[in-house]
């Protein structure tokens, strides 16, 4: 398989508890680039929260952020895709949110420009914000900020299992399919982008429409639901061993922990001969 293209996720792949990119996986990705293979990443954060991780790399390719959609450049500043959601559907989902039995327990963030937006900061936000790198913004009436922009993705996350499994289930009887897409990077988050927005169509909007590459040119690498499609699109897929069993069955091959330095395993096995 002639690989010339390499995209990984953030959280769980190659960055774990210490939200760093350890050195094992630098050299490994740097080896892999000095081989002249392209390294991108795609991550359900914010762009400005990836930035850190793919200077961090040293990739010189577009960062496919928001679970693929943004992408943009950092080198060029360039926005190649932006596929936000349509502005009625963040506002029914906003309304169903803070309905009065979900109100107070369930933290909701709107992506407005690249900067992240709350009603009021919770804990659960405050632990977000730290680990995102970012500035939450509490403006009380998210509503009011779409009279005139649009949101990239619209996050609900709460600690409380059973609320995340409610929100799973209900969510989907209660909007129509075609409206948004949801899915999840950790089981405290459930996340709701634009139907036409997922890792796997920015991965491929890259590989074939900016480089050049067919899906067999791919190998990526990822942890949770959200990397699915991408997976699922790549030539060669990787799962992680810290991710859910069900991701597992839809790769080639599963890596170890993120822990363990799983993706540098996985590069070196397949790209480092």
Same mark, same amino acid.
């Given at each position: 398989?002639?690989?010339?293209?390499?995209?990984?996720?953030?959280?769980?792949?190659?960055?774990?508890?210490?939200?760093?990119?350890?050195?094992? $996986?630098?050299?490994?990705?740097?080896? $892999?680039?000095?081989?002249?293979? !392209?390294?991108?990443?795609?991550?359900? =954060?914010?762009?400005?929260?990836?930035?850190?991780?793919?200077?961090?790399?040293?990739?010189?390719?577009?960062?496919?952020?928001?679970? #693929?959609?943004?992408?943009?450049?950092?080198?060029? !500043?360039?926005?190649?895709?932006?596929?936000?959601?349509?502005? *009625?559907?963040?506002?029914? &989902?906003?309304?169903? &949110?803070?309905?009065?039995? &979900?109100?107070?327990?369930?933290?909701?963030?709107?992506?407005?420009?690249?900067?992240?937006?709350?009603?009021?900061? &919770?804990?659960?936000?405050?632990?977000?914000?730290?680990?995102?790198?970012?500035?939450?913004?509490?403006? #009380?009436?998210? #509503?009011?900020?779409?009279?005139?922009?649009?949101?990239?993705?619209?996050?609900?996350?709460?600690?409380?299992?059973?609320?995340?499994? /409610?929100?799973?289930?209900?969510?989907?009887? =209660? /909007?129509?399919?075609?409206?948004?897409?949801?899915?999840?990077?950790?089981?405290? /988050?459930?996340?709701?982008?634009?139907?036409?927005?997922?890792?796997?169509?920015?991965?491929?909007?890259?590989?074939?429409?900016?480089?050049?590459?067919?899906?067999?040119?791919?190998?990526?690498? #990822?942890?949770?639901?959200?990397?699915?499609?991408?997976?699922?699109?790549?030539?060669?897929?990787? !799962?992680?061993?810290?991710?859910?069993?069900?991701?597992?069955?839809? $790769?080639?091959?599963?890596?170890?922990?993120?822990?363990?330095?799983?993706?540098?395993?996985?590069?070196?096995?397949?790209?480092? *001969?």
């Amino acid at each position: 398989m002639d690989i010339k293209l390499l995209v990984v996720d953030i959280d769980g792949t190659i960055a774990g508890k210490s939200n760093q990119v350890s050195r094992r $996986v630098r050299e490994v990705i740097e080896a $892999v680039q000095n081989k002249g293979i !392209g390294v991108a990443i795609a991550t359900g =954060r914010m762009y400005c929260s990836a930035l850190p991780f793919h200077r961090s790399i040293g990739s010189h390719l577009p960062v496919l952020a928001y679970n #693929g959609a943004w992408v943009q450049n950092p080198l060029t !500043g360039e926005i190649h895709q932006h596929l936000p959601l349509d502005t *009625p559907i963040a506002l029914q &989902l906003l309304d169903y &949110l803070e309905q009065p039995e &979900l109100i107070d327990r369930v933290g909701v963030h709107f992506y407005v420009e690249d900067r992240l937006y709350v009603r009021k900061i &919770l804990p659960e936000t405050e632990g977000y914000a730290t680990r995102s790198g970012v500035e939450a913004i509490a403006v #009380g009436d998210l #509503g009011h900020l779409l009279e005139e922009q649009v949101t990239t993705k619209v996050l609900a996350l709460c600690r409380d299992p059973e609320i995340m499994e /409610f929100l799973k289930e209900d969510l989907p009887k =209660r /909007f129509p399919r075609d409206g948004f897409s949801v899915t999840q990077s950790n089981r405290t /988050f459930l996340e709701a982008i634009s139907p036409q927005a997922n890792k796997g169509q920015a991965t491929r909007y890259l590989a074939e429409n900016i480089l050049g590459l067919e899906r067999s040119n791919v190998m990526a690498i #990822g942890d949770n639901f959200n990397d699915a499609e991408m997976l699922q699109y790549a030539g060669l897929a990787v !799962g992680m061993a810290n991710g859910p069993t069900r991701l597992q069955s839809l $790769v080639d091959w599963v890596a170890p922990d993120v822990e363990e330095d799983g993706a540098a395993v996985a590069i070196e096995k397949f790209l480092l *001969p």
